[in-house]
């Protein structure tokens, strides 16, 4: 289950601390592990001084919340947090949004885009300014009726059942594909759902001219989180998001979970 150990790469600007928020309120539902991790560049002292205190001041924020703090060297921190995400097991890494983007919307930065295109575990983005509820209240996949999303459907009903939340399953009508075929996919990803978990999963197509609109047109739940497979052209255990899925991430309210290819 996603949330057994969790990493969050820690800044010291509101992006860190959105990040450094949902993290630890996953790892509360979930029982998991939590890694707080600030990244710094080679050759620098400077900044592995600035790195620890930055991990102090996270500790402030988390107070007595249980988190082991580790720095780490990288020339990216997009790929420091890969690393060190694989060096001690964790299954999800929690990023913020980058400075700049809107409120309740999530920016892509350099380290988040790194991630989504060679992380090998799942990667979780907050919007910015982004609160976490106590628990969560709903799974939410992105469908698209390729192998990948099949896959995806079983894992999140397994997720969803454990934490004891609804299913839902969306699917974008943006006016350039047959409806019917849609909701045709759609019932059959709802009857794996229920084949593989016997969990009843809500479906639902969200129609509008581009994906901000349709999106916008779903109702979201204090406490939901939204889950996208990774696109099929991602190597074997790798995240690799699609444009679709990348225009999705951008107009979502709520956190998104991109899980690698394969994920198991």
């Not at 150990?5 to 928020?21: E, F």
């Not at 924020?61 to 990216?76: I, V």
């Not at 406490?223 to 679709?244: I, K, M, N, T, W």
Request: proline share 5%; with cysteine; hydrophobic share 45%.
């Amino acid at each position: 289950m996603i949330g057994a150990h969790v990493i969050v790469g820690y800044t010291s600007d509101q992006g860190g601390k959105d990040a450094l928020a949902l993290g630890s309120a996953i790892t509360r539902v979930t029982g998991g592990e939590l890694t707080i991790a600030t990244i710094y560049p080679p050759g620098s002292p400077g900044l592995a001084v600035e790195a620890q205190a930055n991990l102090a001041h996270a500790a402030e924020e988390l107070g007595q919340a249980p988190a082991e703090y580790l720095t780490f060297e990288s020339r990216g921190a997009g790929r420091g947090l890969s690393v060190l995400a694989g060096r001690i097991r964790a299954d999800l890494i929690v990023v913020g949004s980058a400075e700049g983007g809107r409120s309740g919307r999530i920016e892509i930065g350099s380290t988040s885009d790194h991630l989504l295109h060679l992380s090998s575990e799942a990667v979780m983005l907050a919007p910015a300014q982004y609160v976490p509820s106590e628990e969560p209240a709903r799974l939410t996949l992105a469908y698209v009726h390729r192998p990948q999303c099949d896959a995806a459907v079983e894992q999140v009903a397994h997720a969803a059942l454990r934490l004891g939340v609804p299913l839902r399953l969306i699917t974008l009508d943006l006016r350039t594909e047959d409806p019917g075929k849609l909701m045709d996919d759609l019932a059959l990803a709802v009857r794996l759902a229920w084949e593989s978990t016997g969990i009843e999963a809500e479906s639902e197509v969200a129609e509008g001219h581009d994906v901000a609109a349709a999106l916008e047109g779903l109702d979201w739940l204090p406490g939901e989180l939204l889950v996208c497979a990774a696109s099929e052209d991602a190597q074997p255990h790798r995240v690799f998001l699609g444009e679709l899925a990348m225009k999705v991430l951008r107009a979502s309210s709520c956190p998104v979970t991109v899980l690698p290819r394969g994920f198991s």
